[in-house]
């Protein structure tokens, strides 16, 4: 069971403040949306709750299952349980999928990084990209190096599958997705629910919760929590745009 908090956090990037005092909660089997314009912070909450180096911490606290993970490195976190799908995928020339699932596998049992992973670990590569309508073959293709949009996408959420996170971050899983994509990504998202994982998931578009309904939805503005509510604020949203938000 497993439980993320983020307490009244700020964060600056390079020198500028770019979340002022943002809380949210999500819980095993909760699906927890984060919406609002660009440039209103979305990303910067994933990656700070990733320790990606640069986001710098003013004040506030991040707690998984009630302890703070401030002091961990990314690395650390995510064997901690934390996975974030990127919402713009980095090329990793020389990385293939199967030989990073081996290298994490042994990590987290402690041998050698570059050892030969369990053979078991080949099936579940390969059921997790058939859950993403990704053949075999991106098994061993380098990772995201002339990947479609789409494809890179439907990587992060492989990915997600493979390392059974108990907290999933996914940034915009949808952007690029073709309809029949957005189906299939918001079914892996339920099933990742009622396996009790804790999910927060960033989206601009309800289409999305047109087939799995949200549990939460934060909307952040300027770096703020601007309105909270359930699958009807997605809507709004949808329909209104962001008029209806007052915040400074
Ligand atoms: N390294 C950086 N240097 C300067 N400003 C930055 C840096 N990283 C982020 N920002 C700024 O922080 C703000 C929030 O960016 P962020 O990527 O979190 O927005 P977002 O809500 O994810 O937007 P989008 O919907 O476009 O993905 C933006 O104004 C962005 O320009
Ligand atoms: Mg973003």
Known sequence: MASLEVKDLAVRVEGKEILKGVSLKVSSGE???IMGPNGSGKSTLAYTIAGKPGYEVV????????????DLDPDERALKGIFLGFQDPPPLPGVRLLSLVNAVYNKKKGLPV????????????????????LSTEYANRELNVGFSGGEKKRMEVAQALIFEPEVIIL??????????GVRSIAKIIDGFR?????????????????????DVVTVLYKGRVAARG???????????GFSFLRVN
Do not use: M, W
Request: net charge negative; charged share 30%; glycine share 10%.
């Open 31 to 33: 699906l927890h949306a």
């Open 59 to 70: 004040s506030g606290d991040i707690l998984l299952n009630g302890e703070s993970i401030l």
């Open 114 to 133: 570059t050892g030969r992973g369990d053979p078991r670990l080949f099936k579940k590569v390969v059921q997790a990209l058939e859950l993403v309508s």
């Open 171 to 180: 940034d915009e899983p949808d952007s690029g997705l073709d309809a029949e």
């Open 194 to 214: 009622k396996e009790g994982r804790a999910l927060l998931v960033i989206t601009h578009y309800a289409r999305l919760f047109s087939f799995v309904e949200p």
């Open 230 to 240: 359930g699958a009807e604020l997605a809507r709004r949203i949808e329909n209104e």
